[in-house]
């Protein structure tokens, strides 16, 4: 990655209110030149003409940082570790699963972990309806699945008590709200603007309903 991109990414994290070390930097900045060079081969991720990946992915996944609470967190349907790995970057505190049933993405998770030094990530490759922790998480993210009722349908058995999922959404998903599965509610939508990009972004926050598990 080149002087600018650093100089990119820095400015996109002050804008999102974020301060980066010099080793989250590097840590981010190499995270993502692995993502151009492996998907040149294994198609991780679709790349059109003109994509901006470093605001596209890497300042998009900061975005959410705000928003993580807890100490354990799952990505689910995490991809090519997307937000995860850059979340996982700035919480090294917090216990990350990147969950995929996609050998090649979870390959190259793997092999991101590793080069990255994550000792604060465990990937995993399976279907999100098959995998039962032991534990339950503080935080469910989603970059990836098409609806809330579709993401909550397979992956609510993973939130522990009081667990939050965080949903990551273009425009305003004011239909996707209004069919939530009963024992759900909306906690927040968050209006997210990433820098250099254009286009609406929000974050949905969804809790279980306690009124009416009552």
Known sequence: MSADDRRRLLQGAAQLGIKLSAAQQDALLHYLAMLVKWNRVYALISRRDGDDWLARHLLDSLAVLPYINGSRAIDVGSGAGLPGIPLAVMCPDVAFTLLDSN??????????????????????????????PETGFDCVI????????????VAGHLAAAGGRFLAMKGVFPEAELAQL???????????????FQQGERHLAVVVHDQRHLR
């Open 103 to 132: 050998r090649k993405k979870t390959r190259f998770m793997t092999q991101a972990v590793i080069e990255l030094g994550l000792h604060n990530v465990t990937v995993v490759d399976q279907r999100v309806e098959k995998f039962h």
């Open 142 to 153: 989603s970059r990836a699945f098409a609806t809330l009722a579709d993401m909550l349908a």
């Open 181 to 195: 599965p009963p024992g759900y509610r909306a906690e927040a939508v968050h209006a997210l603007a990433i820098p």
